[in-house]
């Protein structure tokens, strides 16, 4: 059975850093596309990272990009998703997400995802 799992998440101040991590199993990573998801209250669930299978292509989201980074461990089966200069406004539920041969365009909106982890709460606040 094809799993996600999240972890990582937390309360943090503004300004501070945290990983995320992404933990598949039943199946093998590299031959799928990643994607960072996050859905703050009230608002719609939104993409701010991926990396296409193969780990090439890393994009980002415009609200993240230079702040957050996005990689892989093929040998732990794990994505990760480095988070530094944390804001307010980054407080969401973090969902990471992976397709089969996926790829990761620089218009990260049309990219798909058939498989999801449960999601893990990122808090940051003074």
């Known amino acids: 059975q094809l799993q996600l799992v999240e972890s990582g998440g937390g309360l943090v101040q503004p300004g501070g850093s945290l990983r995320l991590s992404c933990v598949a199993s039943?199946?093998?990573?590299?031959?799928?596309?990643i994607g960072w998801f996050r859905q703050a209250p009230g608002k719609e669930r939104e993409i701010i990272s991926c990396?296409?299978?193969?780990?090439?292509?890393?994009n980002y989201a415009d609200s993240v990009k230079g702040r957050f980074t996005i990689s892989r461990d093929v040998a732990r089966n794990t994505a990760y998703l480095q988070m530094n200069s944390l804001k307010p406004e980054d407080t969401a539920v973090y969902y990471c997400?992976?397709?089969?041969?996926?790829?990761?365009?620089?218009?990260?909106?049309?990219?798909?995802?058939?498989?999801w982890g449960q999601g893990t709460q990122v808090t940051v606040s003074s």
């Open positions: 039943g199946f093998t990573m590299h031959q799928y596309g």
């Open positions: 990396i296409s299978s193969g780990g090439r292509n890393p």
């Open positions: 997400a992976a397709e089969y041969l996926g790829g990761c365009p620089r218009s990260l909106t049309i990219a798909t995802f058939e498989y």
